[in-house]
């Protein structure tokens, strides 16, 4: 009876083992931004489309959609000698514009691109507060140093998105250009920073203590924590994580659920349901642990330096 208890603790373990690998396997799947570029995009069309500037080494780089429903963009590049990869998360609308880009460049039309007529319609006007109202033109641009990095600069106009966030559309003298920002505190901290520029720019710690700002993008708009969580979506990695935690603690409760069992010379009849309470627990633990580590590993700098790269007007 002891022998068939094993087998019956190696196969619960087994079972979940292979439950958690499926699970990592069925979470990702490659998908197509264009047919002109296909599943991978390479060297060659890196530099005619100008994509991926920021990665040194550029190999590849494929389009990824997780379980969650999120995007990430994963690079292959080179570093000393070294093949590595680097995930690059990536929003709905950037997707839809990166397709966009590479359609209208392969077309000739890149003079005249713009995504402000598709994106208006998938947001509302929103009004950054009662002094600018929904844009900022010139004047408002020097006086709070807004958007100083935009040659030309005409106005500013705020779009909310249905995914959450903010598109704001830009427009100069000879062009339109698109910035999307997944803060969905945006128009709240730029209201306040508008509202009370003077006293800001007098204690700019406490107004940034307040919001939780970590840096600020190129167009003078800040970083926030918040869009730090929105950007970092887990991976594999968190289900790698989770999983050999649910499988190392299962294990550990089922062992402990045999052992005390024999100690205190209950029937083996009782085993199995000993057994599978020990798993159950086990498990929950241990995905609630892998998670906590999986979340302990954000690199906030790397996430910021990529939030400037995916905000920077096109």
């Known amino acids: 009876m002891k022998y068939l208890s094993f087998i019956f603790v190696v196969l619960v373990l087994s079972w979940i083992a292979s439950f958690n690998i499926a699970l990592a396997e069925d979470q990702e799947k490659v998908i197509v931004i264009s047919e002109i570029v296909g599943e991978m995009i390479d060297a060659e069309e890196r530099e ?4 991926f500037p920021q990665i040194e080494g550029f190999k590849s780089a494929v389009f990824l959609q997780l ?7 994963e690079v292959t590049y080179e570093e000393d000698g070294e093949e590595k990869t680097t995930r690059i ?4 609308i950037a997707i839809k514009s990166l397709k966009s880009f590479i359609e209208k460049v392969s077309e000739g039309k890149i003079q005249s691109f713009s995504l402000a007529d598709e994106r208006k319609t998938e947001g509302e006007l929103v009004s950054i507060s009662e002094k600018v109202g929904a844009s900022i033109d010139v004047e408002e641009q020097s006086e709070y140093a807004l958007f100083m990095n935009i040659q030309n600069f005409e106005r500013a106009t705020f779009y909310s998105l249905i995914e959450g966030g903010y598109l704001i559309e830009i427009q100069t003298v000879t062009d339109t250009l698109i910035s999307v920002v997944l803060d969905t505190a945006m128009v709240s901290i730029l209201g306040d920073y ?5 006293e800001v720019q007098v204690n700019r710690e406490s107004f940034e203590r307040k919001w939780s700002i970590i ?7 800040p970083i926030t924590e918040n869009e730090i969580l929105r950007y970092y979506k887990r991976g594999p990695g968190c289900a790698s994580c989770c999983a050999l935690g649910g499988v190392a603690t299962a294990a550990l409760m089922a062992a402990f659920a045999y052992s005390l069992g024999q100690s205190l010379g209950t029937s083996d009849n009782a085993f199995p349901v000993r057994v599978f309470l020990g798993v159950i627990l086990g498990g929950g633990a241990g995905y609630f642990i892998g998670n906590k580590i999986d979340k302990g590993k954000i690199d906030k700098y790397s996430i910021v330096s990529e939030i400037k790269d995916l905000r920077t007007p096109k």
Do not use: H, M, N, T
């Open 48 to 51: 005619q489309f100008a994509l």
């Open 67 to 73: 379980s969650d429903s999120s995007f990430v963009a």
């Open 89 to 92: 998360p990536q929003s709905e």
């Open 194 to 198: 508008v509202e009370r520029y003077e």
């Open 215 to 221: 840096s600020y993008d190129g167009q003078g708009i």
